[in-house]
């Protein structure tokens, strides 16, 4: 009878033909996931898998507990088999059913989390190849099945992330076979996210993580998007893939203090996925209110703990200055050491961070004092600390080109244009010619400034102006954003 059984469950296995099958469990799991709650997930996949060994969704979905653990930890001795791991979801994937959506649309998915994983490792030939892969994957399944909502949560960024790629890039673009559009791809993520139909929704969570990060750095409508946040009560509490987007938005965009609010209230339980981002946040959280020795142990936490390489340069330079406006300086340069030997360079802050580092000179201390609460959105503060200043108060050019720039966004801040747009302007004719990205910096801000007031041809010729300045700070990003402003003021 044994040996019956057996071969019974051999047999049927044998003829088990893979499936696509999102059942109940799996959309569990899904929900689990991205809730960042990957240990239930995990659970629920296990409980799916042995439900049915066949069912592909059960792969699909593995490829998000990876991609989340390594987006958010980044960890180096967990990528290559990690890796592998992608590799090998996407091979079965490939021997799947091919008459359905979720054929095309599966793959296209784990093609997605692999390059984006990959950039985070330095990997950029293979996140190229891996995100052309995505695109003509998705694009294809679009055709075939226009009516399934869900090719829209990845059609739609692809198309945003492709109409604004910086010059540096373009010839990426062109090799892969990008082309996009910001209005287009905007238009898709406005109807996801109000869709009714029923798998749109079901993937609301994704669409508005993404659709908020699109909204808030391409079509540069910052305040919109944290009203967004709050006014579709997303929940920034139990599901912390929402905190994260509110936190660090809520960071990004000078709300300090609801950033601190989300990530004080989230949920503490030990069920979501660990992850050292928390202290990094929360140190410029800190900082930002000028709170030094709470920020250092935020920063300290987040470089002890954290195994990637993004952002170390940047966490250990904001630890530096904790300490060096503390008066420490044994303990400022001990962690300006960190930023000389720790991390990689692969963003604009961490290269910013380093060049500093090598150049062995610290900021003035009223001005960095000024430029954190401006961070911080504390601009009355920030505008009373440079009360009585002028830019002859400071010995150096490049000291004297900061104070110009930093007057002029708190007062843009404030909502004193005139004010703003003179300092800017003065920013531009100083350091025009200058490494320190404060130039164009200030040009993106007045076509920003000009955007609002409805002038578009004057936003675009700033715009234009910042793009046209080279071999400064932070340009791949400063060119980025001046080219999505471009675009919005050209309808394109």
């Known amino acids: ?79 290559s088999w990690r890796k592998a791991r992608f590799e090998a979801i996407i091979e079965k994937l490939a021997d799947g059913p091919t008459n359905t959506p979720w054929y095309l649309y599966t ?16 990997e950029r030939w293979s996140a190229g190849w891996d995100l052309r892969k995505a695109f003509m994957l998705v694009k294809d399944n679009r055709k075939k099945y226009p009516a399934f909502v869900p090719n829209d949560l990845i059609y739609g960024p692809v198309q945003v992330a492709a109409g604004v790629i910086p010059d540096g890039y373009k010839w990426l ?51 919109e998007t ?72 935020h920063y300290d936490s987040f470089l002890r703990h954290f195994k990637g390489k993004f952002y170390v340069k940047d966490a250990a330079q904001k630890l530096s200055w904790c300490y060096y406006l503390q008066g420490n300086m044994q303990a400022a340069n001990a962690a300006r050491q960190w930023v000389l030997t720790k991390g990689g360079t692969d963003t604009d802050a961490d290269k910013k961070a380093y060049k500093d580092a090598k150049t062995g000179k610290w900021p003035h201390p009223l001005l960095l004092k000024a430029r954190l609460l401006n961070d911080g959105g504390y601009n009355k503060d920030a505008i009373t600390l440079l009360h009585g200043k002028t830019a002859n108060d400071f010995e150096s050019e490049a000291e004297q080109l900061e104070f110009v720039y930093r007057v002029a966004r708190i007062y843009d801040e404030l909502g004193k244009d005139e004010e703003a747009i003179q300092f800017y302007l003065k920013a531009i004719q100083l350091g025009e010619h200058r490494t320190e990205y404060f130039a164009a910096r200030a040009a993106l801000q007045l076509g920003m400034l000009y955007e ?18 080279n071999d400064h700070e932070y340009k791949d990003s400063l060119d980025q954003r001046a080219k999505s402003g471009i675009a919005r003021c050209k309808g394109l």
């Open 1 to 79: 009878m044994l040996l019956l059984l057996t071969l019974t469950v051999n047999t049927n296995s044998l003829w088990a033909a893979p499936v696509f099958d999102f059942n109940p469990t799996c959309q569990k799991a899904y929900k689990e996931l991205v809730q960042l709650r990957i240990a239930e997930g995990e659970t629920l996949l296990a409980e799916a898998r042995a439900q049915n060994s066949e069912n592909l969704i059960v792969d699909y979905l593995e490829g998000y507990v990876h991609f989340f653990i390594l987006f958010f930890n980044e960890n180096p001795s967990e990528y």
């Open 107 to 122: 793959r296209s998915v784990v093609h997605l989390q692999k390059a984006v994983v990959a950039i985070k490792f330095s």
């Open 173 to 223: 673009a062109s090799l892969f076979g990008l082309k996009g559009s910001v209005k287009t791809g905007m238009n898709i993520m406005r109807n996801l996210v109000d869709t009714k139909d029923a798998w749109g929704k079901f993937y609301q969570e994704e669409a508005n993580f993404y659709y908020c990060y699109l909204q808030f750095y391409v079509e540069n409508k910052q305040q």
């Open 226 to 297: 944290i009203r967004y946040i709050q006014q579709r009560q997303l929940d920034v509490v139990n599901n912390h893939l929402y905190a994260y987007l509110a936190s660090n938005l809520g960071i990004n965009s000078k709300n300090t203090d609801y950033a601190r609010t989300v990530i004080t209230k989230r949920n503490p339980s030990t069920e979501y996925l660990s992850t050292p981002v928390w202290d990094f946040e929360m140190g410029f959280v800190r900082l930002h209110h000028l709170e030094y020795a709470e920020a250092a142990k």
């Open 452 to 469: 609002a007031k409805g002038n578009k041809e004057l936003a675009i010729q700033y715009f234009e102006r910042c793009i046209a300045m």
